[in-house]
């Protein structure tokens, strides 16, 4: 569970550094806040949005997966005070980049 924490962590931080446009707080705290949302959050509402979005996702074979990553990203900046979207492309690459960032992290340090 914290092995999950600090990969969600390090991979919002590394978003926000690299995507203009996506804001991460300074606080550890905060930080920390969102990443524990951001897990809640890809958890529990993620599959069932991507249940609720089938149809979409077997149209454009799997690419709707993007748009879904994006909302799940603004949701999360929704529902905290430490993340802020500035726009759905910063939504889209901030996604994408803790797409990689968490597949390489999981890879590297094993849970």
Known sequence: ??????INA???WLAAWLVEGV???????????????FGIVNTFIKPLVMLL???MLLLTLGLFTFVVNAAMLGLV???TQG???DHLWAALVGSLVISV???FLSLVLKD
């Open 83 to 85: 993340l802020i979207i």
């Open 53 to 55: 979005s089938l149809p």
């Open 10 to 12: 390090i991979a919002l």
């Open 23 to 37: 804001h991460l707080a300074g606080n550890l705290i905060e930080v920390a806040i969102v990443a524990l949302v």
């Open 77 to 79: 900046a929704a529902l």
């Open 101 to 103: 960032a968490s597949v």
């Open 1 to 6: 569970m914290l092995i999950k924490l600090l």
